[in-house]
T-cell receptor, first 112, second 115 residues
Framework: AQSVSQHNHHVILSEAASLELGCNYS??????LFWYVQYPGQHLQLLLK??????LVKGIKGFEAEFIKSKFSFNLRKPSVQWSDTAEYFC??????????FGPGTRLSVLP | SAVISQKPSRDICQRGTSLTIQCQVD?????MFWYRQQPGQSLTLIAT?????????ESGFVIDKFPISRPNLTFSTLTVSNMSPEDSSIYLC????????????FGEGSRLTVL
């Protein structure tokens, strides 16, 4: 069965620091990859997604992610975080005809 | 895109009672799902809500405990039956426009506390 792992449970950064959140998945076939964000008290919303093409995808709010097929990874990055980026981040994987599989989530705390 | 409304947004319930959560989508969607998100944990799929037929449940979830209805393409309900404190969680409704677009949209969730 498909599984998704995220490297860090809780990341604490100061404003303006660079961010990289790791995500690895287990399935070796064709996958669609997603990063979702859940701000405090709000619903899950899509940050970015990868279906095909350029493995470097850009999302909202300055986030980007790189798909590295050989490493089964889809890491999320942002060059300079802001206090407003404090949230829970979920990596998710979907194979065609299968259900979404979500990672355990990484809590990001950005200190002002 | 799809905007999903859930109600109630939160409730406190007594052990042994049942609660029904409603989910309304602002557009016709192909797929609707119910997830559970326990404190500090990721999302666990409870079931796929199928229009006009029985829901498809994931391992560990049964219809008697979590009956689901989906009478049309924009509305679904999830009932948490005979609740116990272990059912305290956030229940999320989500929807997908089509299989090949992949993206899921989420409601704000219903936070249930069972005493």
């Amino acid at each position: 069965a498909q599984s998704v792992s995220q490297h860090n449970h809780h990341v604490i950064l100061s404003e303006a620091a660079s961010l990289e959140l790791g995500c690895n998945y287990s399935y070796g076939g064709t996958v669609n990859l997603f990063w979702y964000v859940q701000y405090p008290g709000q619903h899950l919303q899509l940050l970015l997604k990868y279906f095909s093409g350029d493995p470097l995808v850009k999302g909202i709010k300055g986030f980007e992610a790189e798909f590295i097929k050989s490493k089964f990874s889809f890491n999320l990055r942002k060059p300079s975080v802001q206090w407003s980026d404090t949230a829970e981040y979920f990596c998710a994987v979907k194979n065609y005809g299968q259900n979404f599989v979500f990672g355990p989530g990484t809590r990001l705390s950005v200190l002002p | 895109s799809a905007v999903i409304s859930q109600k109630p947004s939160r409730d406190i319930c007594q052990r042994g009672t049942s609660l029904t959560i409603q989910c309304q989508v602002d557009s016709q969607v192909t797929m609707m799902f119910w997830y559970r998100q326990q404190p500090g944990q990721s999302l666990t799929l409870i079931a796929t809500a199928n229009q006009g037929s029985e829901a498809t449940y994931e391992s560990g979830f049964v219809i008697d405990k979590f009956p689901i209805s989906r009478p049309n393409l924009t509305f679904s309900t999830l009932t948490v039956s005979n609740m116990s404190p272990e059912d305290s969680s956030i229940y999320l409704c989500s929807a997908g426009l089509a299989e090949n677009t992949g993206e899921l949209f989420f409601g704000e969730g219903s936070r249930l506390t069972v005493l």
